[in-house]
């Protein structure tokens, strides 16, 4: 069976970002047949990527909220669901960057922010979706977790505990819904060339990181998009509660 997600409609939260990583699911995703509901807090961000789903053939609607208005956000998920008449796929994919701050610096804003945007976001809008998915006995949900999730981090605990926190739903859910053939895992990115990173490294330390990986360069968005794309797909029907992780062989733990 191909790698194929015709006929699948996708919700890819914070997709709206040129360079990001949600953008490029959403690129690969319809080049492989998905519908996409593109998500984020920014409009003009959003349409573009629309924009580039329709160039690809496929139907594209924006969704605009902040994450953290959950009445709000999940009210227009609702609303999403049924203008399309389905959602199959959730990627978990919004968040905010950890700063690299060092455990005195994180004050209540920035924890607040931080498992407000990655932690309450995924978890109230995969309970926006579960209710269709259950009926239809069918779905994929991925979540974005981070190798300072597996491995730690001397920086950004806040961060790390973040997408921890999303493992832990991971393999909670997927057992919770696997009854529903509702499958749940998570993709865990090693360091990746984003509007997100690009903020908090300098050049050299981009350049160095990248020289440093056992694989030779630093991951992609579109590595990463490969590894979602296939678990949204039927290849991956017995998959469930994994955490797989494109990150150039930096860091290998059993998680
Ligand atoms: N770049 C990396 O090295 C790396 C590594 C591991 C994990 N990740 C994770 O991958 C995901 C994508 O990150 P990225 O690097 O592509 O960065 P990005 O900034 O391009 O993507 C994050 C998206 O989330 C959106 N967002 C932020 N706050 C929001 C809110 N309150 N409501 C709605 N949308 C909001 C942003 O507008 C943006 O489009 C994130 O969850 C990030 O933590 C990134």
């Not at 490029?24 to 349409?47: C, F, K, Y």
């Not at 580039?52 to 709000?72: E, F, M, W, Y």
Request: hydrophobic share 45%.
């Amino acid at each position: 069976m191909a790698v194929t997600l015709e006929g699948k409609t996708a919700l890819i939260t914070g997709s709206g970002t040129a360079g990001g990583m949600g953008r490029s699911h959403a690129i690969l995703m319809s080049e492989r047949g998905a519908d996409v509901i593109v998500h984020d807090i920014n409009e003009d961000g959003a349409n573009e990527t629309a924009e580039l789903v329709r160039a690809n053939g496929q139907k594209a609607s924006t969704l605009i909220a902040d994450v953290r208005d959950v009445p709000d956000f999940t009210a227009k998920i609702k609303e999403a669901e049924a203008q399309h008449g389905k959602i199959d796929i959730l990627v978990n994919n919004a968040g905010v960057t950890g700063n690299k701050l060092a455990m005195e610096d994180v004050d209540e804003a920035i924890f607040d922010q931080m498992f407000g945007v990655q932690v309450r976001g995924a978890f109230f809008a995969t309970q926006a979706v579960l209710p269709g998915m259950k009926a239809r006995n069918h779905g994929s949900i991925i979540m974005i977790s981070s190798i300072y999730a597996m491995g730690g981090s001397d920086f950004a605990s806040h961060y790390a505990a973040a997408k921890a926190a999303l493992s832990g739903f991971t393999k909670a859910w997927a057992r919770e819904f696997a009854a529903h053939k509702i499958r749940v895992n998570a993709v865990a990115p090693g360091f990746v060339l984003t509007g997100m990173t690009q903020g908090s490294n300098t050049p050299e330390m981009i350049a160095e990181r990248g020289a440093g990986m056992p694989l030779g360069r630093l991951t992609t968005p579109e590595d990463i998009s490969y590894a979602v794309a296939w678990l949204a797909s039927a290849e991956t029907e017995m998959i469930t509660g994994q955490v797989i992780s494109p990150n150039s062989g930096e860091v290998i733990v059993g998680y």
